[in-house]
């Protein structure tokens, strides 16, 4: 297999925070939504997705965005670099900046979602799409299984 294999290492921008991840990812996506375009200050927010237990993260974080109920988004308290996310305390994955990680541009997207918030001039030509998010479980579970038979085929 061509994809590097853990672990992968990380850090914000200044360097304070720093993480190191032990599985391989679970998904790789962009997001075209509103919230991802003013979050990553781009077109589109790049998210590499693993098992929560496999992530580690050290330096001190503050929380963002909206800090709405179940959203948590986390960054450098120094350099204010967006470093991750979670949906609840509860879920089993979490949410990495691609764009964080060392060797970044081997996490190619593999899926697309909420295209229709995508800036007209953007082209990715990804292997799945979304319009929205995924809806059920099931759907979901199809993405990591589309994924994973990607990373073997490279
Ligand atoms: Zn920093
Ligand atoms: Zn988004």
Request: proline share 7%.
């Amino acid at each position: 297999m061509a994809f590097p294999n853990p672990p992968y290492a990380g850090s914000c921008l200044c360097g304070s925070v720093k993480v190191r991840v032990t599985a391989l990812p679970l998904l790789t996506l962009a997001c075209h939504c509103r919230a991802c375009q003013k979050f990553s200050a781009s077109a589109y927010s790049l998210t590499t997705m693993f098992p929560k237990d496999s992530f580690i993260c050290s330096g001190e974080l503050v929380q963002g965005g909206l800090r709405s109920p179940g959203r948590n988004h986390y960054f450098c308290k120094s350099c204010m670099n967006f470093i991750y996310s979670r949906v609840g305390d509860a879920s089993p994955r979490v949410n990495v900046r691609t764009s964080i990680l060392d060797n970044a541009s081997s996490f190619a997207p593999f899926v697309e979602l909420m295209t229709k918030y995508k800036m007209p001039w953007v082209t990715l030509g990804l292997p799945r799409g979304f319009e929205e998010f995924p809806d059920t479980d099931a759907e979901l579970q199809s993405l990591f299984d589309g994924y994973a038979s990607y990373l073997d085929a490279l």
